[in-house]
């Protein structure tokens, strides 16, 4: 089993930053790919971006450019780094690891972001 934890969201104006961050527990050993997708109301949820163990990215194209996916395998951490907010990308956000691909089978609990001035 593996646990996902995130934290690190909030309101924040247009134009502004926010870092999220997903700690990993449990049976990490089994986990390549990690990464963050969200959901708004009445919407389905989507992919954000990813990152594989060895490092190797991808981005859906709304975010590219703005928002940068890292991963420290010392702290079992993945990060979203998420500049010059929007207010279309406000959303729960959920950190999500599968043992090859994405969409794995393992999902946080969800933290808001809120973009609004």
């Known amino acids: 089993q593996v646990q996902l934890v995130e934290s690190g969201g909030g309101l924040v104006h247009p134009g502004g930053s926010l870092r999220l961050s997903c700690a990993v527990s449990?049976?990490?050993?089994?986990?390549?790919?990690m990464g963050w997708y969200r959901q708004s109301p009445g919407k389905q949820r989507e992919f954000v971006a990813g990152?594989?163990?060895?490092?190797?990215?991808n981005y859906a194209d709304s975010v590219k450019g703005r928002f940068t996916i890292s991963r420290d395998n010392a702290k079992n951490t993945v990060y979203l780094q998420m500049n010059s907010l929007k207010p279309e990308d406000t959303a729960v956000y959920y950190c999500?690891?599968?043992?090859?691909?994405?969409?794995?089978?393992?999902w946080g609990q969800g933290t808001q972001v809120t973009v609004s001035s």
């Open positions: 999500n690891a599968g043992e090859q691909a994405l969409p794995g089978g393992y």
């Open positions: 449990g049976n990490i050993f089994s986990i390549d790919a």
């Open positions: 990152i594989k163990r060895g490092g190797s990215t």
